[in-house]
């Protein structure tokens, strides 16, 4: 990654088409299942770690809090937001808004020239199944997810090193647990309705600040909220004890849950299509 010796390894995700969602949910928001095209894509083998978060954070180069700067990087954090659960040595960045983890992908862009972002709910779901129809990436049998996730029962309550426990199929480390991972899309509870059975690379793009998608759940979540179709989304209270006025669009005092990993489209956008999309989706 730029500035730096750290490496973000990319796994490459096939097009293909998949099931989002699943009629037999008990939850409203989670059907009914579509047919969904994705077209290929890269993605991170993990989440975004703090050593890799800060090279960005620490880019002297770049300007703290600015909303009309080219490039900009998140304001001071005004406590320790990683509650000391670990930061250095491979711990995943949390605590991050949205916009911050759009931020770095930006940030990511303008330093290599290739194009990031964060994923759609769709590329999400889609990459998290490798290729399964279950409950889980591995099965049905939550009593295995101790194996590939860190989740409620064995976290402690704390999030662990990335990579640490069994990927799925598509190599992909950490997608059920671990910390809940940030979308690009905006949280529609109705989505799934509004998909059209065999649509290409369906998105929902914000309109608003809140709510916004979040996936995969975290290391403070049951088993039940590590479903590979489980969608959640981001509420103002995940940001409610933070003392600032007004409140950081950085950082989340009470979501300490949230961090997030980045994908590259193979088709990459031209120079401004992509700052077009930057603009749309940090101007929220």
Not at 81 to 109: E, H, I, Q, T
Not at 115 to 140: D, H, V
Request: aromatic content about 14%; glycine content about 8%; some cysteine.
């Amino acid at each position: 990654m730029p500035l730096s010796e750290l490496k973000i390894k990319m796994v490459s995700i096939p097009e293909g088409t998949f099931v989002m969602g699943s009629n037999s949910s008990t939850k409203p928001n989670e059907k009914p299942a579509k047919t969904v095209k994705v077209s290929a894509f890269w993605m991170g083998a993990c989440e975004i770690t703090h050593d890799q978060f800060d090279v960005f954070f620490k880019d002297e180069n770049t300007s703290q809090g600015s909303k009309v700067d080219a490039v900009t990087r998140p304001t001071a954090q005004y406590i320790d937001l990683s509650w000391d659960m670990g930061k250095g040595g491979g711990f995943p960045v949390n605590s991050m808004s949205v916009d911050a983890a759009m931020m770095f992908c930006r940030w990511m862009y303008q330093n290599t020239g290739v194009f990031y972002r964060l994923p759609t709910e769709a590329e999400w779901e889609y990459a998290c199944r490798a290729g399964s129809k279950t409950n889980y990436f591995f099965g049905n049998d939550a009593a295995q997810l101790g194996q590939y996730a860190w989740y409620k029962t064995n976290s402690k309550e704390k999030y662990q090193r990335v990579g640490t426990k069994k990927p799925n199929a598509w190599g992909l480390y950490d997608m059920l647990g671990n910390v809940a991972e940030w979308t690009m899309d905006q949280y529609a509870p109705d989505y799934l309705k509004q998909i059209t059975d065999g649509q290409l690379d369906p998105t929902n793009p914000p309109a608003a600040r809140y709510p916004r998608s979040i996936r995969g759940g975290s290391y403070l979540d049951l088993a039940a909220d590590l479903r590979v179709y489980t969608r959640k989304f981001s509420e103002p209270f995940w940001n409610q004890r933070d003392p600032q006025i007004p409140k950081s669009r950085w950082w989340l005092t009470d979501g300490m849950f949230a961090g997030f990993r980045i994908v590259r489209p193979v088709k990459q956008p031209t120079a401004e299509e992509a700052e077009k999309f930057y603009k749309l989706y940090l101007g929220k």
